[in-house]
């Protein structure tokens, strides 16, 4: 899982320079002029997307700025007030009218999937303040929003930490507000969004005890260092005034209803992914894929042991994982070995030998994430470290909840995610984002492009031959890899499902669980995060969902193309089209409008 989308860098350069304005002259030749036409109606366009990213989309979202590597609000926070909420809507109409406006059919192809990204990036964003209303019903999209924000100046040393320092300040001196309008703003929240507010809390409240002074300890300014005591001291207490108040106030009165329905489930689909495909003819496509991967496991598991039920072989890989404490060693070991696979099969080009640093999840986002991969932003000129987080079991846990926790870092399963999270992942796909030059799409994208391609890779790596190059004389080993990574898949297969009918009322949350128990082959444990998850990120089908429409644009292009397919191509140039949805690289990469699934 990457973290955060607005972070990704996208790779593709413009067909057309949009440098000057080009008019066409009456005795140019048609198709000339036609060219210089949509130049310029190009270059308007970028114009006003550069109007829209400078003018609403940074001021209204400074965190998302410093993560992006623009520092210019580094010391402002997000407006949570029912004032700026409404402010928001407002502006965001305007634009979507000027947006709209733009007549597609006068810009290249290129520059009509960036309008199109740009159009529904503000549809999304209007779903999301009017329909599914977070800041209304999900607390803790204050405390761990700011607790974001905050990490973000820590995270890098893009500046010396004085000034990240001085920027922290300011941003923590506005953090009581931010909690004060959340008391104003929460009406009715759902139980399992108040109680996964208290569950995150401990930690970030323990995070602006111990993580951020850390991150400082060098500033030796004493003017400086008594600022932050108070600022710092200040938003540890209204953390701890606030799960208080969640507790004891707003817990017992929390019945609201976290499912956003149908109607809102295939409109965010629609605006996220430019998928409008019915919801019933969804279930039915991941229906068959998890049977058909149950069945590969079933048959894969029986070569392991004829004698023990596909569960039982599953209890036996999952036992099979490192320590705690050399679990981030081991994820470190399996990335050489990925890329000395890449390279020698020529699966992918990897734009650079610089590797993503291996480290603990941050506290924040340790209960809803085992793994994910967080990269510099786009624009991020001084501190381009790339990490690799890994979440750890909690110390206080018995042995029991570690074991089952660890269960889903069985050693198959630890390639598996290297594979999805880095080589050639997320971080290959960033990697080639970070060299190309279009500011749409360095800013804007998919989760079925970005999820979606780490989840093919999992498999298509597998099909490569990479388990025959990593134990090339041990068949055990080689099975334990594919039983891994269709387990995986399982995992995948389940949120599909329980997204869906978790928000459509046709699943509750104990029959997700054990979706994700007897569906998925998931701990229970495991079931129970993803279950959690689900309730506040609907539509997080998108991992199955990318990687089926992804396949099907390799086989119907290896159709076309024949002979002359080369993979290695082929996903070059997939990566040359930016973290679009698939329809749009689809039709860049078809050159028609054939459907994506």
């Not at 607005?6 to 304005?21: D, P, V």
């Not at 430019?274 to 039915?284: E, F, H």
């Not at 967080?374 to 987080?389: F, Q, S």
């Not at 949805?581 to 078809?590: D, E, G, Q, S």
């Amino acid at each position: 899982m990457l973290q955060p989308l607005t972070r990704i860098a996208l790779a593709c350069a413009l067909a057309l320079s949009l440098g000057g304005t080009a008019i066409a002259a009456p005795d140019m030749p048609v198709s000339a002029a036609a060219s210089a036409t949509a130049a310029s109606a190009d270059q308007a366009f970028m114009q006003l997307a550069d109007r829209y990213f400078d003018e609403y989309y940074f001021p209204a979202n400074p965190s998302v700025a410093t993560a992006d590597g623009l520092h210019a609000y580094d010391g402002k926070l997000e407006d949570y007030s029912r004032a700026g909420i409404a402010a928001n809507i407002k502006a965001l109409k305007q634009w979507e009218a000027r947006v709209a406006a733009t007549d597609p059919k006068a810009l290249s192809p290129f520059v009509q999937g960036d309008r199109e990204l740009v159009l529904n990036n503000i549809r999304s964003s209007l779903l999301t303040l009017q329909t599914i209303r977070p800041l209304q019903k999900n607390p803790d999209s204050y405390s761990s929003g700011i607790t974001s924000s905050a990490f973000t100046l820590m995270e890098r040393k893009f500046a010396p930490p004085e000034t990240r320092l001085r920027a922290l300040i300011a941003r923590e001196k506005l953090m009581p507000a931010v909690l004060a309008e959340a008391r104003r703003n929460l009406d009715n929240p759902p139980q399992i969004y108040t109680q996964i507010a208290l569950e995150q809390l401990p930690g970030l409240v323990s995070f602006f005890q111990h993580d951020v002074p850390s991150a400082f300890a060098d500033v030796t300014d004493a003017d400086l260092k008594k600022a932050f005591a108070a600022s710092n001291g200040a938003v540890i207490k209204a953390l701890q005034d606030y799960q208080a108040w969640l507790k004891t106030d707003l817990l017992p009165r929390s019945h609201g209803d976290f499912r956003i329905g149908a109607q809102a489930f295939r409109d965010k689909l629609k605006y996220d992914e430019m998928v409008t495909l019915p919801l019933d003819r969804l279930i039915a496509i991941d229906t068959a894929n998890m049977r058909a991967n149950q069945a590969e496991f079933a048959k894969v598991a029986h070569e392991l042991d004829p004698t023990k039920t596909p569960q039982q072989v599953l209890a036996e890989l999952a036992a099979d994982h490192p320590q705690p404490d050399q679990l981030l060693a081991t994820f470190r070991g399996s990335l050489d070995k990925l890329v000395d696979f890449i390279r020698a099969r020529h699966i992918i080009t990897i734009p650079s030998d610089v590797r993503p640093i291996v480290e603990e999840t941050p506290p924040f986002m340790r209960a809803t994430t085992f793994a994910s991969m967080d990269t510099p932003g786009p624009y991020e000129t001084v501190a381009k470290e790339a990490y690799l987080n890994v979440t750890l079991p909690e110390s206080s846990w018995d042995k029991r909840h570690t074991d089952e926790f660890m269960a889903q870092f069985n050693y198959p399963v630890i390639n598996s995610v290297a594979t999805h999270e880095a080589y050639p992942g997320h971080y290959v796909q960033f990697l080639w984002m970070h060299q190309l030059n279009d500011r749409v799409r360095k800013l804007l994208g998919a989760n079925t492009n970005v999820e979606g391609w780490a989840h093919y890779c999992e498999q298509m790596m597998l099909d490569a031959g990479l388990a025959q190059y990593l134990y090339p004389h041990d068949r055990r080993q080689q099975l334990l890899l594919r039983l891994g990574q269709l387990q995986d898949a399982l995992l995948r297969n389940a949120r599909f499902i329980v997204g869906i009918k978790l928000h459509t009322g046709q699943m509750t949350m104990d029959q997700a669980i054990d979706f994700f128990v007897k569906q998925g082959y998931q701990s229970r444990a495991v079931g129970e995060v993803e279950t959690k998850r689900g309730t506040s990120d609907p539509t997080y089908l998108y991992y199955t969902l990318g990687k089926l429409e992804i396949q099907k644009l390799r086989a119907d292009l290896e159709k076309k193309q024949g002979k002359d397919f080369n993979l290695e191509r082929f996903h070059d140039a997939f990566m040359q089209q930016g973290f679009a949805p698939i329809a749009i690289v689809r039709k860049a990469m078809l050159g028609d409008d054939s459907p994506v699934l």
